[in-house]
Structures are given as C-alpha cells and as structure tokens.
C-alpha cells in the first residue's frame, strides 16, 4: 500500500525525499516492474518518488566522448534515437525487443539496469558496452561500471532508498565495429528472454582486433565471456574460431533448470550456438562496413 | 429470399463493441453492492482440519466469511456433482481451485486483505500429479467413495484387429502425449449475485450454457428453478471453459446468503490457477496397411487426466474414444479409453472436446504409414478417408455430406501439390531463410461432431415474435433463444438464419439479449452446435410464425404482433445412441464438420525453433452463413491450434500451478502466427441443417498443431513425443536426448 | 488520499485517490469509462492501453498519479457522438472483433501506431500491436483493419 506519490521536480529534490523518508520512500520511473513488486509485496516502500518530471534527465546526447542517456529515456525512445541506432546500434536492438510496444513506452533503461533482474535486454546490452552508471547522493555524484552494480538476481548495489542513478554512459562504437543481438525465447514478443547474446567485434582485415560478448541470463547477473573474449583477439575470423569461443563462453554460463523457460542443459548448449552466430553475423557486418 | 445467408453481414454486436460501450460482466456495478473474495485451497490434496475466520472477521469492511455451514446442499457440478462449493473442516481439498470460504466486504481491497487472514489448517495428503501412478492398484484414492481412480473406462471392438494386422504389410507404432491447456479467454470471471425485484437470486455472469447453471444453482440452494435467474451480458471469449461454472454458482450463494447485491472480480492469476483445463492425453497407437495403402486395423489406447473432479471428463472421453482413429475407413480396430482421477487442475470442455487431441497422434500415423509406403502422404490419405456411407470405427455410417476428401483436395492443391490421376506430388517448398534450418511440410485431417452426441437428447428453443405493418409485412422481428454469443458470432448467424427464414433484411431482426426469465433454453455454446440446432430452432419458430401470420392475414383479425416457439430435437432427424458397453458400436453423432490443414514450416537445426511460414485450411462446415465470421473462426482456431503445437502449456509441480500468468503462458501474439493463411471454405450442405449449414466453432483448432508436428517431422526426420513443440523439445529430439 | 488532475478525452477533472491506483482503475471505478478492460493485470496484453499525452501505455501498471497534469485518451474519447472514428469504423468493416474484450485496447494501440507511422507496411503494423493479446481472432482481420484505417486516414488527409 503506497501512502503518497511524490514527483521530484530536481535530481536533489529526489535525494532529499528519500532522506526524509528514511527508507520509506523509493525512487520510481516507468512503474512496469515495481507497480507489480509492490502489489506482490515485493517492495515494501509506501512512498513514492516519481523521477519522470525532472528537467534534463530524458536526454540522448552525446557529451566528452560518452553517449549519456538520462534516468527517464524509456526504451522506445532508445529503439527509435539516430544516434543511438548510428553510434550504439547493439542498445537500440536490445531496447526494442523488451516486452511489447506500451511496455517500452514506459519501461526505462535506468529502470531496468537498477532493478537488477537477469532477464533484462538493455542490461545485456550495456554489459557489452562497458557503461557505466552516474549515482547521485546527497554527498555527490560518481561513476560506477555496470558491472560492479549488479550483485545478483533482483540485487543490485544502488540503494534506492537513498542514491539515484541519473543517468548511463558508454563509448560509442568505433566505425568498424560489427554487432549482433541474438535472442531465444518462447515467443516472438511480450515475452523475457530465455537467453540473449550481444556482441560487438572489432577487426582488422581478417583479423579479430577486439571482442566483447556479454550474456545473460543465464546466471544471476548479465555476464561478460572474457575467456571468450581473449580467445577471439587476433585470430582470423572464421566459424571455427567462433564455435571455439561459444563453446568457452557456454562453459561460464550456470543456468537454473526453469518449467518455463527450458532447463539449464538446453540453454547453456544455446549459449555456444548462439555466440557463435553473433560473432559471425558481427564479422560480417564489419566486412560491410570496414 | 433475402440474401441474408453467404453474404457479408456485419457482426450485431461490433460498433458496440469498438465504442467500449458493450458491457461484460466485470462492467455492472449494482447500488449498495458489496465485494467478495475466494479463499482458495493452499493444498492440491489435504484433509482440512480447523478453518478460523476470527482474524479476517476483525478487518474493518469485512462484512460477513461465508463457509460450507452456509451452504443448503454443498456440491455441484456439471452431469456428475462430485464438486464441494465450500470444502469444510473434516473434508477433503483435492486440487487447488477448491475453495473454503468467500470473503465479502465493503471493497475489493478489503476482501483481498481479509482472505489472506483465513487461517486454514491442513494435514497434507500424498499428492497424485500423473494418471500412470493414479492408476496402480493401491494408490491413494482422489475420491474415497470410489473403489479406484479411474473415472470411466471405454471398450470399442470392431472386427478383429489381430486378423487386420495379419493382413497388414506395414505396422507402425508410437506413443504421444499432450499438454494441459488454459482457454485464456481474454475475460476473466466476474460477476454480480443478487436478489431481483421477484425475490429471485439472480446471477450476472459469462456462461455457456445458462440454463444448466440455472438447474445446478437450483440444486445446491434447494430452489426451485423459478427462483433462480441467470442474465449474460457479453462474454469476453469462453472456448468451453465457462460451460462449467466457476463464478456463477458462487454468485448465487453469496446473493442467497447476503440478500444483497455482491460483486465478485478475478483477476488473471485466479482465473488461470483456479479454472479446468483441456485435457491432457497419453497416446499408445498400432496401425497396419497393406501395401497399396488401404488401413487394415488400428489398436489404440488413450489416457486423459481428469484432474480433481468428474466434470466432462466423461463426455470429452467418449468424443476422444470415438475420433481415436481420425477420418479414416478400419476394418478392424480395437480401442481402450481412460480417463483417471489425478490432484491436477480439473478438466473439462476446451475447443474439440476431446476430438483435439488425437489428431495429433493419428495424423502422425497417417505420415509413418505414407513414409514406410513410399506413398505421397495426400495420396496414403485420400485412399482412406471417409466417404457418404462408409463406416466408423463404431460401426456406424457416416451421413450428411461428408466433405473430409474435398477438404484435403482443395487445401492440397492450393498449397501446391500436383496431381497425376491417382499419383499426388509434393511441392517444392524453396529455399530455408538460412543455412541452419530446414523447410518442411505437414498436413493433417480432422473431423468433429455438431452437437451432442452418444444419445444425450440435444434440443434448442426459440421463440420468434414478428411485428406486423398494416398491410400485413414484417416490421421487425424479435428472436428469443439463450444461445450465448461466446464471441464466435452467433447472435449475428442466427439473425441471419431468421432473414432469411422470413424473407426480411437482417436489419430488421433483433436477438433478445439473454436472460433465463425471458429467453427458452438453447443448450450451450459448445459442440459446434448452435448454427445447426439453434438454428434450425429459429428457422422452425420463423416458419411457424410465418403460418400463423398467414392465418391473421387470411382471417382479417387485425393482430399486429405474431409469436411462435419452437423447439428443434437433434433426434428427430437423427437419434444416436450411447456406446455398447461391451462393443463400443453405436450411433454416436448427429452431425459433422471437417477439416484438412497444411503447415509450411522452417526449423531451426541447432536452436530447434519453429516458425510456421504459411498455413492452408480447407473446412467443410457446410454452407457457410457469413464468410467474415467463417475466416475469423477458422483463423482463431488456428491461432488456438498453433499455441497447442508450438507455444502453450499449462504446468504444474506436485499439483501446484508454475504457468499463473499471461507472462509465464504464453499464447502465440500476432508476430508467432504465420505469416499468411489461406482459408479454403468448402461447403458441402448438409440437407438437415439450416440453408444447409453445418457447424464450425471447434473444427479449425483440430488438425493445426498435428500439421505442424508433421510438418517438423517433415523438415527434420523426428518425432517428438509430446507437444507443445517448443525448441527445446524439438532440440532434444534432434540431439537424440529423449 | 491524493489529489489527481488530469484532462481525459477532452474533459478536465479532480478527483481524490488512493496514490497506489492504478489508472486503469481510475479509469473505470471513479470515471466510470469500462472501455478501458482489465485482462491480465500486469501489463502483458494490452487490453488496457489508453494514451497518455499520445502515447500508449498499458493502463493496468500505470499509477494514476502518472497522468497528474496530463491528457489521457481512452476508447471513449475516440467518437465523437454517435459517429465512429475511422479505425473504429475499419474495425466494424473488418470483422475485427469477436468477443470484443481485447477490442479497446488494439484500437487504442492502433491510434497511437498511426500517429506515429500514417503510412504503415503490415509488418509495421503487425509490430504496432505486438503488444496486444487477442484469443479469438488470429489478429489477421486486425492486421486488415488496421490496414484499412491507415488507408481511409490517408484518405480523408488528402482530401
């Protein structure tokens, strides 16, 4: 039972409601999971904190270097962004496979990264891009990577009753760069993922330069496949190297034997099938592009 | 003739629904009503030992827990009322839709706090999750007063099957299981019980076949049938799941009790956890076949799970024993049916009863015998299939305008099959999008009965009142018939059929809405049936209301308003008669429908995903009353049939539901159906029904998912031994791991 | 309780509301506006979806305090009078509704697709409403329908 519904009006306005609430009040974005959390008594926070109305936080921009995107950009507006489908085109692929239309209408990237559930395609997403989160607190604000924020299943390092993240950031990919965004699951829309391979692939030539894969989920947190990864460099692009690195990468992945969503013996074998594709497909791409 | 059959009419009931004005039972809202809220078994199998309500009854807003004391006669249930409505202390919960007490309040969240304060204790039993075990000898009893778990057993013994089998050259054999399946009708229960201005307890609510609520809420609140009263509003989809009763009786007791309006609404998770389900069944199947084709014998043994409860179990056997072996000709067969009590959901109707499941195994038979002859499957199969007077596995002879041979002809040919006199040639079925993945195709025949079957006496009333002008013309019509307009139309179909019946345009025919005060009984919106049985109740009332008109014409008496009922019988055309208990030989069915659809499949090698391409369905429902609502059932079942096949599957753990939620069940959006489907409608009239109509609701949903399993067969060499095909099915069947 | 304002289909109002509602049951409880359905309470079926400043979102896991200040769209503000709108009409001319419950929701899905997209393919359409369940249809009369309506918009903007 929520007892008040706030709207924030600044990123220190936000803070300072959760100080005063001491624990009892949470930060909230699109709603699409904690609406269901808290009417699962999941969340037992009884005041809100609506961040959506603060100025300057539903940018797309690009800024030193970085491509930021603010704490209220939801997922349509990622899927759609030139600049994102141009200069980070493995986010925008990710973002418009979450849920259905209205679902990414709503649901935010932040959002999502913050709750901390492995299923999440933006998270998988960022995890390959090395992005880092802006976390603001009443003392300051710092830059956390992303994977030192997601600590296990629905666990995630920001304290929502008391930081906020602002905003996330990344390097754009280089030109070169090929990416690909492989997903299985039990239907075509409306439905999380049962597995989910994104890869961005950098060559020279023939030759792989530098490889990031990043899965989830098929452990308690989206993960990066770095033996994978340091296989591929400087090997020559070809379907042998790619199995090889599916196969390495299938031997991190620790999924849980799920009714729904298939048994940890099938997924982990996708793992390999599937990195294996992205990496060919992300080879193509950049003899397409290089 | 008014043209008013065959020709584009648009649905009555649509631009109320495309306003948002059309009203559904969740949509009524009554002064001075309060809330109720079930408190449902926490076991599926417990003996229930103390029930306190003391905490919840402290709740400010709670009005008053309603248990199994409050109940005149505590059991109901469709045919057989094996179901307790309240499960009281000392008795049994036995699945998890059993229920122990309803909670009104002041408001919805008040009795939804409330019933998590229902303190119930339990002493749990062992819990009985597969029919194999259920079946043992000495296993727990799901009812006590039964000397086992087996609901109901069915011989069928035609000729001599060891005698076909030695005639046989080719013997194939294989074992199939399919899932529990949630309707998922888009609605979930909901409802207001109250007491009408005649003292009546009165009922707001979807239903199927209202009537039948109406005698069993007589029976458990000790009434008589004219102080009970059902009104059904639009129905947010049913598919067999609202002809039993999962709110309405509910409804009743707590208007009965109360004495004052209360409303009830589930949300997605009760529906879906606490509602029947289609039946899963276990396939055992032996066919022979000579070697230019011809079916020699089939033995069979089938298994459904009938859940916690009787339900229709029995009837959806007796359907599924009878289309065991599909639309083909056996000399010999030889037919086991089962269907085994478990602490599973119960189930009951779901599209097909009981004729949905088996195609799936036939159908696979049909292409193992085709492959071990080297025979083009169309070709195995047009050898077999039935044909006007040909006789069934019950010995009977089919009848009516049996259109199963043009239905496969036509959908063969549009999906691009060659024929060469006898020899048929399967097409080219191009190149797969990638180098992964395999093209194949399936197909598969079905046929089903219009309406009820085994001598059960089918009969629909209807009443037609006409208001005349001066100079004798129909002004309008009023048809009068508790037929529920499920969503499948038909309201709209039977205004057709009066237009035509009366030679007036469908714009001047009005269907009553439905209410048990006012509207006779048309049986319920399931077995295909309406069309044909309502429908020729209309045409029946139409006609005699038409005589009597030209009686007041005739005599001048000024009358300005002409009414007629009727009442059709199924048996006055066409008696059938309950299976030979010892033989199985009957009459079983009083009409037909058929249907032959082709899936064009892609599998993906190394994922084992399925994407069906493209889809043919050729139905033979006879004449078709109105195309647009012939392609929307044909494609709805198809929707239902590629859920079946590839995506839907309701899952339990130790009788604990896993799938609660349309997040974890998971029926096909518009991206998962083909991209193209061809609708072939071949009408081959059958002179008893209306204009030569036959029925259509449940037909389209019976060959799809078998056509698409062949089809993956087709494309990959494997079988699988159970549906839903998800990929990791079919991988496991490609990687050879069981 | 809290106070929400907001415009809906036109028309301003106040209300005083528990913060945790749902706008869905705003909608339909408070404003009586049952266009708006209820079917699986989670936000995956669409049957819910009004807009909100023209944009479509599953009302059933929206606060209402969401549209404090904002101007909701739900089925019933898409006729005027008795006067269907034109997907409503390609609706009704493509047999696109059976038991009519997921109905509302692909129209409003519907709306909020064309007014982004005027000129869809029906991929893009079959995309559009991806988000929305349907048990009856098989969705290809929607597919159609939604098809149609672009047409007639199209249509009636060139006229």
């Not at chain 1, 956390?144 to 602002?166: D, F, K, L, Q, W």
């Not at chain 2, 038979?365 to 070709?379: C, K, N, T």
């Not at chain 3, 904002?70 to 898409?78: A, D, F, K, Y």
């Amino acid at each position: 039972m929520w007892e008040e519904y706030l709207f924030a009006n600044s990123v220190e306005h936000a803070l300072e409601l959760l100080a005063r609430y001491e624990g009892r009040a949470q930060l909230i974005a699109g709603g699409t999971d904690l609406v269901l959390q808290s009417q699962r008594g999941q969340c037992p926070a009884t005041v809100m904190v609506d961040i959506t109305r603060i100025p300057g936080l539903n940018r797309i921009e690009e800024r030193d270097g970085f491509i930021l995107i603010g704490a209220q950009v939801t997922h349509a507006q990622i899927a759609a962004s030139p600049l994102i489908r141009d200069k980070a085109p493995i986010l925008a692929m990710a973002c418009s496979q979450v849920g259905g239309p209205q679902t990414r209408n709503a649901g935010t990237l932040v959002g999502n990264v913050v709750n901390a559930q492995p299923a999440a395609d933006g998270a998988t997403a960022l995890f390959v891009l090395d992005a880092e989160l802006e976390v603001a607190t009443q003392e300051g604000r710092r830059w956390e990577p992303i994977s030192h924020v997601y600590r296990g299943v629905g666990v995630c390092t920001i304290n929502a009753c008391r930081e906020m993240v602002t905003a996330v950031r990344f390097k754009p990919l280089v030109n070169a760069c090929g990416c690909s965004y492989q997903r299985l699951a039990r239907r075509k829309a409306l439905t999380l993922p049962t597995l989910v391979v994104a890869v961005v692939l950098e060559m020279t030539g023939d030759t792989i330069k530098a490889a990031r894969i990043a899965i989830g989920p098929v452990a308690p947190t989206p993960y990066r496949a770095t033996d994978a990864e340091a296989h591929l460099v400087g090997k020559k692009a070809e379907e042998s190297v790619f199995a090889e690195a599916g196969q390495l990468a299938a031997a991190k992945a620790k999924p849980r034997d799920s009714l729904i969503r298939g048994s940890s013996e099938y997924r982990t074998a996708m793992v390999g099938v599937l990195v294996r594709r992205a990496l060919a497909e992300a080879a193509q791409e950049c003899h397409r592009r290089g | 003739m008014s043209d008013a059959i065959g020709t584009p009419q648009a649905r009555l009931d649509i631009a109320a629904k495309v306003k948002g004005t059309r009203k559904y039972p969740q949509d009524f809202n009554m002064e001075g009503q309060l809330w109720a809220a079930v408190v449902w078994a926490a076991h599926p199998h417990a003996i229930v030992r103390r029930i306190d309500t003391s905490a919840a009854e402290a709740v400010p807003g709670v009005v008053r827990i309603i248990t199994s004391k409050d109940v005149p006669v505590n059991s109901y249930g469709i045919g057989i009322p094996d179901q307790p409505v309240l499960v009281g202390e000392g008795e049994k919960v036995r699945w998890v839709g059993d229920r122990i007490a309803i909670v009104v309040a002041q408001d919805l969240r008040t009795a939804h706090r409330a019933r998590d304060l229902v303190r119930v204790d339990y002493e749990p039993l062992p819990v009985l999750t597969d029919v194999f075990t259920a079946m043992k000898d000495g296993a727990p009893l799901v009812h006590e007063n039964r000397p086992n778990n087996i609901l109901h057993h069915i011989p069928i013994r035609k000729g001599n099957v060891e005698e076909g089998f030695a005639q046989a050259d080719v013997i194939v054999e294989g074992e199939v299981a399919t899932p529990f399946v949630e309707h998922a009708y888009m609605q979930p229960e909901a409802g207001i019980g109250y007491i009408d201005e005649e003292g009546r307890v009165t009922v707001i609510a979807a239903a199927q076949w209202p009537h039948d609520d109406l005698h069993q809420i007589a029976r458990m609140l000790n009434l008589p049938e004219d102080q009970v009263r059902e009104i059904v509003p639009a129905v947010g989809g049913a598919f067999g799941g609202r002809e039993d009763m999962y709110i309405q009786h509910l409804l009743a007791l707590c208007a009965f009790v109360m004495r004052r309006p209360i409303k009830m609404v589930w949300d997605r998770e009760e529906s879906i956890t606490h509602t029947g389900k289609r039946h899963p069944f276990y396939f055992a199947y032996k066919v022979g076949a000579k070697r230019d084709g011809t079916l020699t014998a089939v033995k069979i043994r089938l298994i459904s799970d009938a859940g916690a409860y009787a339900s229709t179990s029995i009837p959806v056997l007796n359907n599924a024993a009878s289309f065991a072996a599909g639309p083909y000709k056996y000399p010999h067969a030889h037919v086991d049916a089962y269907t085994v009590f478990t602490n599973n959901a119960v189930t009951m109707a779901m599209r097909g009863f009981g004729a949905t499941q088996p195609p799936v195994m036939y159908e696979r038979m049909m292409d193992q015998l085709a492959e071990a002859l080297q025979m083009d499957p169309v070709e195995f199969r047009l050898k077999n299939l039935l044909g006007d007077g040909d006789i069934t596995i019950t010995g009977n002879a089919m009848w009516g305008g049996v259109g199963i041979k043009e239905t496969l002809r036509q959908a063969a040919i549009a999906a691009g099959w060659r024929q060469q006199g006898d020899r048929w040639i399967k097409p080219d079925l191009g190149q797969p999008s990638a180098p992964h993945k395999k093209r194949g195709i399936g197909i598969a025949c079905a046929y089903k009965n219009v309406g009820y079957s085994f001598g059960f006496d089918d009969k629909s009333e209807a009443e037609v009142i006409l208001r005349l002008r001066d100079d004798g013309s129909i002004a309008s019509a009023t048809v009068k018939t508790a037929a529920v307009d499920v969503g499948q139309g038909v309201t709209t179909a039977l205004a057709q059929i009066a237009a035509e019946a009366l030679g007036v345009p469908v714009s001047r025919v009005r269907v009553a809405l439905i209410d048990t005060a006012d509207t006779p009984n048309a049986g319920s919106s399931s077995a295909s049936r309406h069309t044909y049985i309502t429908g020729n109740a209309v045409y029946g009332a139409c006609k005699a209301a038409l005589e009597k008109r030209e009686r007041i014409l005739l005599e001048e008496t000024g009358e300005m308003t002409v009414s007629a009922k009727y009442l059709y019988r199924g048996r006055s055309r066409r008696p059938t008669t309950a299976y030979d208990p010892v033989t199985g030989q009957c009459n079983p069915h009083i009409s037909y429908s058929y249907g032959t659809e082709i899936a064009l499949v892609e599998v993906d090698l190394e994922t084992g995903e399925t994407e069906v391409l493209k889809m043919w369905a050729a139905h033979d429902a006879g004449k078709v009353v109105n195309p647009a609502m012939y392609f929307g059932q044909v494609a709805g079942g198809v929707h239902m049939g590629v859920g079946y096949g590839l995506t839907e599957e309701f899952i339990m753990e130790n009788g604990v539901p896993r799938t609660r939620r349309f997040s974890e069940y998971f029926i096909p959006t518009v991206l998962d159906m083909p991209r193209e489907l061809v609708s072939l409608a071949v009408e081959v009239e059958d002179p008893t029904g209306p204009f030569g109509a036959k029925g259509l609701g449940e037909t389209p949903t019976l060959p799809t998912a078998a056509a698409i399993a062949n089809a993956i067969h087709d494309a990959t060499g494997v079988w699988l031994k159970r549906i839903p095909a998800t990929s990791e099915m079919v991988w496991r069947a490609l990687h050879g791991k069981g | 309780m809290q106070t929400l304002e907001m415009n809906v289909n036109g028309s301003d109002v106040r209300l005083e509301i528990h913060p945790d509602e749902t706008l869905a049951e705003v909608l339909r409880d408070r404003l009586g506006l049952i266009g708006t359905k209820i079917a699986c309470g989670e936000g995956e079926c669409g049957a819910c979806t009004v807009l909100i400043d023209g944009v479509a979102v599953t009302s059933c896991i929206t606060p209402a305090m969401k549209a404090h200040g904002r101007r909701v769209t739900t089925i019933e503000g898409l006729s005027r009078d008795t006067e269907l709108h034109v997907i409503q009409q390609a609706f009704v001319d493509s047999t696109a509704s059976q038991c009519g419950y997921c109905t509302p929701g692909f129209i409003m899905a519907t709306k909020a697709l064309l007014d982004a997209n005027p000129n869809p393919t029906r991929e893009d359409i079959m995309h559009g409403i991806s988000g929305n369940l349907c048990r009856c249809t098989g969705y290809y009369q929607i597919v159609d329908a939604v098809a149609l309506a672009a047409k007639r918009l199209a249509e009636e903007g060139r006229k």
